[in-house]
């Protein structure tokens, strides 16, 4: 009996610490390893090899409207919003790979039931454009059944508000520019803040103002161990990272903080 009992308590308190501990985004993919690149087919499916919770991903659309996965405005010098989709898809990544089209991401996704995405939305250069390529990330969203498991960011205030608007009905979306205090993302119903670890050190009282608004907290892009040993201190609920594996370990090595008690108190309640 006593011995059951102390299972019982091991396995309560590892379901309390599970709790309260952040959860692991790879910024771009997990691309610092061996055959991958940021935002490669690769770098999705290495994400999911090691166990992230999220993949995050950047996309821009061509002007005959193909999304397109890539960090920078351009490719290899090709400009991706004003560039012909047949032109920009002759480009390839460092890693060898052709550049993916949103449909070959997220058809690659659909086999990693596992893991959620993040999108992000870069900031077209004008309205119209943005407005058109949040219609067409929607749709081939739907299109592959991954509405349930895809969030939103963007540093696009328009681009934000279109997304809460457009998307299903609690889809996460959040904001990336760090301008936006918590009280105005709960107005704008966002679902919470996904602001640099630069301006989480400058505010980091907006961490409790979220969660006491029922907002969550995302960071990026935190690859230092030192900032990510300080977002757990925290409690911030998601970090995005280049070193997936680095911030896993910490995670997987760090005693029980005071502000993970206190969180896993709180969803225990809940
Ligand atoms: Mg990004």
Request: one cysteine or more; aromatic letters at 8%; hydrophobic letters at 35%.
């Amino acid at each position: 009996m006593k011995i059951r009992t102390l299972l019982g308590s091991i396995l309560i308190m590892s379901a309390l610490a599970a709790a309260g501990q952040p959860k692991v985004i790879a910024h771009r993919g997990y691309w610092d390893c061996d055959g991958s690149a940021q935002n490669s087919l690769r770098s999705l499916a290495k994400a999911d090899s090691i166990g992230c919770y999220a993949s995050e991903f950047d996309v821009w659309m061509t002007p005959d409207g193909v999304v397109m996965v890539n960090h920078d405005p351009t490719i290899n010098g090709v400009e991706i919003q004003n560039t012909p989709s047949q032109t920009v898809l002759l480009e390839k990544l460092s890693n060898g790979e052709t550049i993916p089209t949103l449909d070959q991401y997220l058809e690659a996704a659909t086999k990693m039931p596992g893991m959620r995405l993040v999108c992000e939305l870069k900031t077209h250069d004008s309205r119209q454009r943005e407005s058109a390529a949040i219609k067409k990330i929607l749709e081939t969203v739907r299109k592959y059944g991954l509405e349930s498991r895809t969030d939103y960011i963007t540093f696009s205030r328009d681009g934000f508000h279109e997304f809460i608007k457009k998307a299903p009905k609690g889809t996460a979306v959040y904001y990336l520019s760090g301008d936006f205090v918590p009280e105005q993302i709960k107005h704008h119903k966002g679902r919470g803040i996904d602001y640099s670890i630069k301006t989480m050190r400058k505010h980091p009282e907006w961490i409790k103002q979220c969660h006491d608004l029922g907002l969550e907290v995302n960071v990026w892009t935190v690859n230092k161990p030192e900032d990510m040993v300080w977002c757990i201190e925290q409690g911030v609920d998601y970090i995005t990272t280049n070193d997936p594996e680095g911030l896993q370990k910490i995670i997987s090595e760090l005693p029980e903080t005071k502000a993970t008690e206190k969180k896993a108190k709180k969803q225990k309640k809940q």
